[in-house]
């Protein structure tokens, strides 16, 4: 597929509510070829979403979560950041835009921020700051674009639009793309106003806030920034020396990405980061990616991982958040709205759908952090025509989507996993597992097929939970070592090749097992005589039963510990041999920890179970006896001689020389390491078989005695050697 055709769609303009700090993000305009085509005035006419709400019932308030979920633009009112918090939400992401906080220079207005930011802390929600708009004065022959000057025309002529937010600001643009000026300088040089504006932004809030985001999508054409990449380098590491001196351990994230308007920009970015003075030493001036996607559930993990990759190369590793997702609808609108326009939009159902997939997918690559774009719609309208964009979990009247509850879904069930795995496939069932879960183990499961599946789960337990995308639960019996489900065909096939962007409703099969199990290290000997230690133990798990063991070893009773067995060798067994070569004799420590079948960890005992001394060596004594084997019968009879003039060698099994004499005796004592030695003969004209001794570690000498008989050579035969030229 064409990366262009599964990108996420444009996010174009909120038209009246925006005005506020919210208008920034939600203000993007992208190709059409990159999401939802542009929709003409003369199209259809708008009809309040909410004469066409679906009743939907949340679950109760969500308050023990990971902190993993926010939303974008949460603070408008008590009633929606309230809303945000019972759906799970811990983080709100919004502007703090400069032309609308520093105007004129010096003078700074932090009271309308100051309040919603107080929102937000009062219930519970941390928030992640956006720094960028350049202030009119910091780059007085700044540029905006047609395309910027059309949102701004947008958000001013809309139509019975809502009432100003608090953080509007006076200026004829509400975001200016140009550099600041000074920018070059260091970041407190007095004429490097964008430095003097990011540290006494962050020194005002660093009580409450502690994440701080540098500018917000450069990468999608001029509309937010209109410098290069160097540029942009240079404006995150200003921004992140005044983030880093007025608060130290406040985490700086590089200006989330639009990524499918121009998905090398940020690399070009790295690569300017990548040569900066003393860049290394500040972690490449950013501490995380920041990472814009939409609506295609399946793009997050190759969009992700491609993003790891580069920064790997380019400027170390670095985590990414996630910090504008979802799905924009188009059941919302009238029903005489051409189908045509549905590309890479969804229903209400399929965007709950994405809500849960969308998260797992996520978890599953590692990114630490999801935050939903929007908390509610806003008035998002679409410039040139009367549609509105439906991107909340939120309706403007309060109502609720589905996709609010199956973000409760999400956040109630989706925490406190030690580990996640997938996704993984088989027969258009698509899975991805969170172990260890605070609940049990918790299997994410969807089709992504068109057609509805039957599929039998395979069970840890008699019984499971099931949960739905709406919240509602079931309990479902093993049948044959199996839960049978049924998983309900994907319906949301308008990327542009119509293939499904996102799965069929998803289900949550809840393992309720959360007991660890406890195992034993079974005693070993004082001495192990052997090149490899063999370790039993006994585990006790009546839950989900044993998956497999780590076993860790040390030269100390209590540690340093390092890894020495686990998955998948110690999968469902209570054995295992740990090898030990040359280097590693001497005395070793031990400990086990053992994990069932639902993910449950059981804890690492403080110090050593058991230990023993490994002993990988053996005194060996050898007698050889050579003779000439006149009558070629094996055995040294009356009559013939020794073989006094024979080399008599012995060798390890990597060919080096133990001992040699020449003579007809070899009589040496050597303390040798396990494995195999060969005893080796000479003699003009004579040959004689070697004889093998194997050496096996063990507390006493052990003794051979070898008689070699050496026959005469009776005749040489010489082959030819052929080289033939290619």
Same mark, same amino acid.
């Given at each position: ?79 929606l ?72 025309a ?19 643009y ?21 430095g003097?504006?990011?540290y ?36 995150l ?22 990524y ?15 040569i ?51 799905v924009?609808?188009w059941?919302?609108w ?12 969804a229903t209400g ?76 496939g ?13 609940k ?59 293939s ?25 000997? =004082? +001495? ?12 006790? #798990?009546? @839950? $989900?039963? &044993?998956?497999y %063991? ?65 002993v ?29 003039? =024979? +080399? ?9 020389l133990?001992?040699? #004499?020449? @003579? $007809?005796? &070899?009589?040496? %004592? ?49 082959l ?7």
């Open positions: 597929m064409d990366d262009r055709t599964s990108s996420r769609p444009s996010r174009h303009v909120a038209v009246a509510a925006m005005v506020g700090a919210a208008l920034m993000a939600a203000a993007g305009l992208t190709p059409a070829s990159t999401g939802p085509h542009a929709i003409a005035a003369a199209d259809v006419a708008s009809v309040p979403s909410a004469d066409r709400a679906i009743a939907v019932t949340p679950l109760p308030d969500v308050t023990s979560t990971g902190g993993l979920m926010g939303t974008c633009y949460a603070f408008y009112t008590d009633d950041t309230g809303l945000a918090t019972a759906a799970g939400s811990r983080w709100d992401r919004f502007d703090f835009r400069w032309n609308a906080i520093e105007d004129p220079q010096g003078s700074f207005n932090f009271a309308p921020h100051d309040s919603v930011v107080a929102r937000d802390v009062a219930n519970g929600i941390d928030v992640v700051g956006i720094l960028g708009s350049t202030a009119h004065w910091a780059a007085p022959g700044c540029h905006v674009t047609s395309q910027a000057a059309a949102v701004q947008a958000l001013r002529d809309a139509a019975g639009g809502a009432p100003l937010f608090p953080m509007a600001v006076d200026d004829d509400w975001w200016r793309p140009c550099p600041p000026s000074g920018l070059n300088l260091p970041w407190d040089h007095p004429n490097n106003v964008w003097t504006y990011v006494t932004t962050v020194t005002h809030f660093k009580d409450d806030v502690h994440v701080w985001e540098i500018w917000n999508e450069p990468d999608l054409g001029q509309t937010f920034w209109s410098g290069t990449p160097a540029e942009y380098a240079q404006l590491k200003v921004g992140y020396q005044a983030v880093k001196a007025a608060d130290p351990a406040a985490t700086v994230l590089f200006a989330g990405l639009a499918w308007s121009n998905p090398s920009y940020y690399a070009s970015v790295l690569d300017e980061l990548a900066l003075p003393d860049a290394a030493a500040s972690d490449y001036f950013f501490d995380a990616m920041s990472l814009h996607l939409y609506s295609n559930v399946y793009n997050i993990r190759p969009v992700a991982s491609d993003i790891y990759a580069n920064m790997a190369s380019r400027v170390g590793p670095h985590p990414i958040w996630l910090t504008e997702t979802g924009p609808l059941d919302e009238p029903p005489n709205t051409p189908e045509s326009l549905r590309t890479n939009r159902e399929e965007a709950a759908a994405y809500a849960i997939q969308g998260f797992a997918e996520a978890r599953a690559i590692g990114i630490e952090r999801f935050l939903w774009f929007r908390n509610h719609d806003d008035y998002m309208g679409i410039p040139g025509s009367s549609l509105y964009e439906y991107f909340g979990l939120i309706r403007n009247d309060l109502s609720l989507r589905p996709a609010y509850v199956a973000f409760q879904v999400a956040a109630k069930y989706l925490h406190g996993e030690n580990q996640i795995t997938g996704p993984l088989s027969g258009g069932v698509r899975r991805i597992t969170f172990w260890g879960t605070p049990g183990r918790i299997d994410v499961l969807w089709n992504e097929t068109g057609t509805t599946l039957p599929y039998d789960h395979t069970a840890t337990l008699p019984s499971a939970k099931v949960v739905d995308v709406h919240g509602n639960t079931q309990t479902v019996t093993t049948v044959g070592g199996v839960y049978p489900l049924t998983l309900e065909a994907a319906t949301a096939n308008t990327a542009e090749d119509g499904f962007i996102i799965g069929g409703p998803p289900l949550l099969v809840i393992h309720e097992d959360t007991t660890a199990p406890q195992s034993d290290l079974l005693p070993l000997p =004082a +001495t192990t005589y052997s090149d490899a230690v063999s370790l039993a133990w006994d585990v006790v #798990e009546d @839950g $989900a039963g &044993l998956w %063991t780590e076993i860790e070893e040390s030269r100390a009773p209590a540690g340093p510990w390092a890894a020495a067995a686990g998955w998948p060798g110690t999968q469902y067994v209570t054995a295992t041999g740990i090898p030990r070569d040359e280097s590693e004799a001497g005395t070793w420590y031990f400990r086990a920890r053992a994990r069932d079948s639902a993910g449950n960890w059981e804890d690492w005992p403080e110090a050593a179970e058991v230990s023993t001394h490994v990988l060596t053996r005194t060996v004594h050898i007698d050889v006896r050579a003779y000439v084997d006149l009558d070629g019968d094996g055995s040294w009879g009356g009559g013939e001689p020794a073989a006094t003039a =024979a +080399t008599l060698t012995w060798r390890d099994d990597a060919g080096s133990i001992a040699s #004499e020449v @003579g $007809a005796t &070899l009589d040496v %004592t050597a303390t040798l390491y396990a494995g195999a030695t060969t005893v080796n003969g000479r003699l003009t004209d004579y040959v004689a078989p070697p004889t093998t001794i194997a050496v096996v570690p063990g507390p006493d000498t052990d003794h051979h005695t070898v008689v070699m008989g050496f026959r005469e050579v009776v005749g040489v035969v010489h030819p050697l052929v080289i033939r030229g290619e």
